[in-house]
Every structure is written in structure tokens, then in C-alpha cells.
């Protein structure tokens, strides 16, 4: 697959001044990313996390060409950011969830009407796709509203909408479902999983909600203090967190704790025992050694949360 954002190397700095007493400042370089080496084939859904002040939102900013890389060399879609700003805003959608780019005062059909004419979007191929996905994203009703008045939700389908209506071959999404309820996460979901599986629109999705990441991406990219420090599947990054998974056995009767090698019993409620084990090991042998040494009804494995995993991957 072809690299559609390719990064070495990356860095950017800022100066800031810090109050140091007396009414002095101190002048003080601030390194917000430095040293980030990213590389996201075309069709990729990728989640890209850290921590409040990682630098994720900084990084964003550069590969959309809001903000000039300090050092390193950056290509999206082939394009430098921030030198072909024009040439690039064709190619690419942006959703900022705490921003709109969404006229306020204007009915929602209005703000996608200049948004056509902004990008010069044919006439047919804007009502085309003004059609899709007010239908897939059920914004039919609310065509015809000032923005201000429509919901959270409501408003962000339709910056998501305003987004996609020139084809972009990426996507950037910075906290997209901040603030919506869980019907409308859901919906949101469903819909950026379908434009990926249909049109192979290559997305990076930035969030605090884990929920997000493991509906969507396969592949996730770990930032913490300006540079990657995880870069691979969910399951591996499950594994590398040092977490425990949880077997969970119901037994025919209630019994004393279980005991087999590489297992602890961490929970006993009447015929159902929970077993805790090392996130890499495999579960096949304890399975195994529980049935053949116990009366079981039902069996079950509990993947460690992965807010617990990012957790600990923070920690150390």
C-alpha cells in the first residue's frame, strides 16, 4: 500500500516565557514533538493517543498544514503541508470536535452549499453525496436549521458530513465523539467503519475515548512527551502493557478456589470463579486443565480494558 502520510523525523518548538518572580520572565523553548518518525498507508484506520499535552493535536496541525514543522520533513498525499496548504485542502477532511467549520447562523444546508463552492465540488457530485450521507447519517430533518440550534450530535454528523463532501483520501478526526451520547457515538462509529470498508478513505483518528480506538482501528500509535513510544496492533500493545487476562469459569456446583499452574483465583462468587493469568500466555492449556479436572458449565476470557494497558504503558 502507498504511504499516504510519511513523517521523519518530525519536530516542532515553541518559545514561551515563564514567569520566574519579581516580574521577570524567562524565555524557555518548549519541544511539543520532536524526533517522530509515522508512516500510515492509504486505507488505514489509525488511532493515534497520548496523554493530555502529548502532542498529538500539535501533530495533527502540522500534517494539515495549520502549523510549519520546526525540523524533519513531512509528506500528505504527496504534498508539504504547509508550503501547498491549497493543493492539500483538496485532498484531505478535517474534524476538530471542539471546533466547527459550520457557519453558525446559517441552516445546515446552507453552510454545505458554500462549502461546494469553496471547493469547487461539481454540482452532481455534491448532491450526490450531500444525499448519502444526510441519509447514513440522518441528518435529513436538520437540513433546513441554523446551526445553533441543532445538538451536539446533530452537529457534529454534520461537520463530519461538511468534511467528506469533496472526497478527501484522508481524514483527520481530533475528538470526534466528545460530548455525544452513546446512541450517537454508535451511529458515528458505524458510519466511519462503512466510508473505510466502501471507499477506502484512510483515517486518523485522535480521542480520549478508548472506545473509539477499538471500534475503529487496527492499528495504534502511542505519543507520550512529543514522541512515539508504541506503534502496532491493539493486541500487541495489550501484551506489551505487562496486563492480566481473566478466565472465567462457571462450574456445575459450587467448589473450592481452582488451582492449575500459570493461573490465581482472584474472585469466588458461589460456581463462578475468576482466574487471572499473564496477558501473552495462552489460555488453551488452562482451559484444558480446567475442564479436565473440574465439572464446567460454561467458560469465558476477559480481555484486559485497554484503558488499564495505556495506563501502564504511561506509567513506565
Known sequence: M????????????FDVRRRTGGGRRRAEVVRAVHDLDLSVASGEMVGYIGPNGAGKSTTIKMFTGILVPTDGS????GLEPSRQRRELARRI???????????????????????????????????ANLSRFTELLDLG????????????????RG??????LHEPEILFLDEPTIGLDVVSKGRLREFLRSLNAEHGTTLMLTTHD?????????RVVVIDH???VYDGSLAALRARGGSHRTLVVDLVDVAPAIEIPGATVQRVEGPRQWLTFPGEASAAPLVAAVAANYEVADLSILEPAIEDVIRELYAR
Do not use: H, N
Not at 502507498?2 to 518548538?13: F, K, M, N, S, Y
Not at 513531512?74 to 498525499?77: G, P
Open 141 to 156: 430533518e436538520q437540513l433546513d436549521t441554523p446551526v445553533r440550534q441543532l445538538s451536539l450530535g446533530q452537529r457534529m
Open 93 to 127: 477532511g478535517v474534524v476538530f470536535g471542539q471546533r466547527s467549520a459550520l457557519w453558525w447562523d446559517l441552516p445546515l444546508r446552507d453552510s454545505f452549499e458554500l462549502l461546494a463552492k469553496l471547493y469547487r465540488i461539481p454540482e452532481a457530485t455534491f448532491r
Open 226 to 228: 512529543g514522541t512515539k
Open 159 to 164: 461537520d463530519i458530513t461538511a468534511a467528506l
Open 74 to 77: 513531512l509528506r500528505v498525499a
Open 210 to 218: 478508548l472506545q473509539d480506538i477499538e471500534a475503529l482501528c487496527d
Open 2 to 13: 502507498d504511504a499516504l502520510i510519511e513523517a521523519r523525523g518530525l519536530e516542532r518548538t
